[in-house]
């Protein structure tokens, strides 16, 4: 199967994975909105033997939160959001901005969107640009 490649804003962390995920999950749970500063949290879920560092596990931090299942781990360098392991390391959660082309996903979940921000509802509606609105 092809492979993708992902890495974070400024490089440093870099990884390859098989392009075949099973899941992809668009979450506007508050958790996921702090720990992105964003709408919603896109990510996608694979087995981990689909999954290797190319560069800059030494760069990663995890942060864990207390007495939750909800990680998140990131770059020290730039901060971006970068993939990490279950618990038991059996399945990886990658974000989906952080890969380079289109990922190739068997299902796609918008979850909890009883979460999900007024600002962020509705988004067809708002004008589209190429870039900034001239
Ligand atoms: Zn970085
Ligand atoms: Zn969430």
């Known amino acids: 199967m092809p492979k993708l490649k992902g890495s974070c804003l400024c490089g ?3 990884f390859e994975v098989v392009n075949g995920f099973d899941k992809m999950f668009f979450c506007s749970c508050d958790q996921c909105r702090k720990i992105t500063g964003s709408a919603f949290a896109s990510n996608l879920f694979m087995e981990a033997e689909g999954f290797n560092w190319l560069s800059g596990a030494d760069d990663i931090v995890t942060y864990q939160m207390p007495g939750r299942d909800i990680s998140k781990s990131f770059c020290r360098v730039c901060g971006s959001g970068v993939p990490w392991s279950s618990g038991d390391g ?8 952080a890969l380079q082309g289109e990922p190739e ?5 918008r979850i909890f969107i009883a979460e999900q921000p ?3 509802s509705n988004l067809d509606h708002i004008a589209e640009h190429r870039g900034f609105p001239s």
Do not use: D, H, I, R
């Open 118 to 120: 007024s600002w962020s």
């Open 12 to 14: 440093a962390v870099a």
């Open 90 to 97: 059996s399945k990886m959660t990658v974000p989906a901005g």
């Open 105 to 109: 996903v068997a299902e796609k979940f």
